[in-house]
């Protein structure tokens, strides 16, 4: 790994032209020097320049203008990236990465202090069933997808069992060479156990001890380290900073002839569904027919729940009206999470409340094909929950 270096932020960006274009990890400083964000690059002359751009997060345009200096680790690859990131955010938890109560929906990499241990994922909530002193724990990891992705490709490396151990049949991953035959009773306790030990020394960032390590063990797997093949994380890293926003929330309301009105709320994280923050509402005080006064119902008893991630922008099924009542009640509220609409009868024009920055409703603009997604999406998903109630009537 490179050494680290701190550049002074500059009214003409003349620091932009000091990154290199490498992966790497870059942090955000205060004028003290305390951290303020840190984010992970595959080109950190490419990441850090979209900073400062015209059209940015409400978030992180007060973070910027907060920051004094940058300061930016090259590594050799995007997974030592990713590694290196969810340590930094682990020691330093930086108010920018933290999106409100959002901590809970980070992802750690838990691996249990056990004869033929395998690593698993895991949320933060899942975390306090498990014992810090009978596993070893990585991250915060930002996304579910992407951590998949890097310990498949540590596992083709150093290679673990998720299979019953013994069992005296080869299974799937064995044959295509991801179990180190755990299975069969090929490989001893001590043997798998250096395997495991090796990834937590990677997990931990810790390169120079693991090649240390190898050169006496298994000199043959230092080349497949320093030649890592992460295009699948690439191609993961670029398709995630398409999307600004990192919790999309949609809401619909649904009802037939007035009767078995529904909402539904959908949430998507970095561009994916994140089903298990999806809910439902019955609409319990509203006047069935009046979808305003719905929607007013159900946003209401959402933001009640102060323990769910809070968006960072908010889209509702609907045109002016809608969005008038909604940016009404997160006036009442004193909610401040950027709002927008989509009118499905002016051919699904987006609609702005008004006030809003012409550079917000610009960005918001450019991820149009993703809020066309989030608002069918949570159109089925309130239609589904309609026609159960109403099974349920007809049944009754």
């Known amino acids: 790994m490179a050494q680290e270096k701190i550049l002074a932020l500059d009214k003409e960006h003349k620091f932009l032209k000091k990154l290199p274009s490498k992966p790497g990890v870059y942090l955000f400083l205060t004028k003290k020097k305390e951290v303020l964000y840190v984010g992970r690059a595959t080109f950190l002359n490419k990441r850090v320049s979209s900073y400062f751009q015209k059209r940015l997060e409400p978030r992180l345009e007060e973070m910027v203008n907060k920051s004094f200096y940058l300061q930016f680790i090259p590594t050799d690859n995007l997974l030592e990236a990713i590694i290196l990131e969810a340590n930094l955010i682990k020691k330093y938890w930086p108010k920018y990465n933290i999106r409100d109560k959002d901590n809970r929906s980070f992802v750690y990499i838990v691996i249990p202090q056990k004869d033929f241990s395998a690593p698993f994922l895991a949320r933060a909530k899942e975390l306090e069933k498990i014992s810090p002193d009978k596993a070893e724990i990585f991250g915060p990891y930002k996304s579910l997808s992407l951590v ?53 020394l990677l997990l931990k960032g810790e390169k120079k001890e693991l090649i240390k390590k190898l050169k006496k063990e298994n000199p043959d797997k230092i080349f497949a380290l320093q030649h ?15 999307h600004p926003f990192g919790r999309i929330e949609g809401y619909d309301i649904s009802h037939f002839s007035g009767k078995e009105t529904v909402g539904a709320m959908v949430s998507f994280l970095n ?15 509203a006047k069935n027919q009046d979808d305003l006064d719905c929607l007013r119902e159900v946003l209401k008893r959402r933001f009640r729940h102060s323990e769910w991630p809070f968006p960072n922008l908010v889209l509702i099924d609907g045109g002016l009206p809608q969005v008038r009542t909604v940016k009404n009640l997160f006036k009442e509220l004193k909610i401040q999470i950027p709002l927008v609409g989509i009118s499905k009868y002016q051919n699904d024009k987006l609609v702005f409340p008004q006030g809003m920055k012409k550079s917000l409703k610009e960005l918001i603009a450019t991820n149009k094909s993703l809020l066309l997604k989030v608002r069918n999406e949570a159109h089925r998903f309130a239609n589904s929950y309609r026609k159960k109630l109403f099974k349920k009537r007809i049944a009754s």
Do not use: H
């Not at 998720?162 to 991801?178: A, E, K, V």
């Open 271 to 285: 561009g994916e569904p994140d089903k298990k923050f999806y809910r439902l509402f019955k609409i319990k005080n």
């Open 148 to 200: 998949k992705t890097a310990l498949r490709i540590i596992r083709k490396i150093f290679p673990y069992s998720t299979c019953q151990i013994n069992s005296g049949r080869p299974c799937f991953d064995y044959q295509i060479g991801l179990c180190p035959g755990a299975c069969l009773g090929i490989i001893s306790k001590e043997e798998y156990q250096k395997n495991i030990q090796n990834i937590i």
């Open 228 to 242: 890592i093949e992460d295009v699948a994380l690439i191609d993961q890293e670029e398709k995630g900073f398409q």
